[in-house]
């Protein structure tokens, strides 16, 4: 940093003619990309670090939530967590049979643009110490109301009844989302039954008319598109 910082000095008093500014210029890039690839590996490390913050909420509030790795609190609030794993959050509230929801960890989409720049080194430091990765989603809220209890009842009676649903499905139903190659028994745990379904000479359409996307469309037993 002190060598381009001498370099601009340098270029601001000195350098008069047009070609020795344009030389110089040139000059001063080229240091300054030795200085990002030299040191800008691991560089999500300093700016996200390897935990997340992951805010709690509930319905109603005063929800005991723990971790997989043990920390727990009572809603709202947030728990801190490591980016390079998944976890699960148990909830707890009186009267009310246990919640679970799964905190999903995936690699950021810069992490490539990192690797460019800051070079294989840096990469490496950002995969070992999570900080290029995000847990999804990056906020949960429990539900506790006579609806959401019905809800998480009927995900649990499912996973119960499908215990070799691969992990993807898992959680798309969890978190309510409808993923390409689900089933519709799979979708319905999920979203729930539709309001109706329309039927065309190339596909059967889940309507459900409170949810975005509002239309799911099977092909041969199998969600193709949203």
């Not at 590996?41 to 971790?67: M, N, R």
């Not at 028994?185 to 596909?203: M, V």
């Amino acid at each position: 940093m002190l060598v381009l910082t001498v370099l601009i000095c340098y270029y601001e008093t000195n350098i008069k003619t047009v070609s020795e500014r344009t030389k110089m210029k040139a000059m001063m890039l080229a240091v300054g990309l030795i200085i990002v690839v030299t040191y800008g590996g691991g560089c999500a490390t300093v700016t996200t670090g390897k935990y997340q913050e992951v805010p709690i909420t509930s319905v109603p509030v005063g929800v005991k939530v723990t971790s997989d790795t043990g920390l727990s609190i009572t809603t709202p609030g947030k728990l801190t967590l490591l980016r390079n794993r998944s976890h699960t959050l148990v909830a707890e509230y009186p009267g009310c049979e246990p919640q679970q929801i799964e905190v999903k960890n995936k690699t950021q989409g810069w992490f490539w643009g990192n690797i460019l720049l800051g070079g294989i080194i840096g990469g490496a430091v950002d995969i070992t110490s999570g900080a290029c990765d995000e847990l999804v989603p990056k906020d949960v809220q429990f539900d506790f109301t006579s609806t959401g209890q019905a809800i998480a009842r009927r995900k649990r009676l499912y996973f119960e009844s499908h215990p070799d649903t691969n992990d993807e499905i898992r959680f798309a139903i969890m978190h309510e989302m409808g993923k390409k190659g689900m089933t519709k028994d799979e979708l319905i745990a999920g979203l729930g039954e539709p309001n109706r379904i329309d039927k065309t000479r190339k596909y059967e359409k889940f309507i459900y008319d409170n949810r975005k996307p509002k239309c799911y469309y099977f092909k041969e037993g199998t969600l193709e598109k949203a």
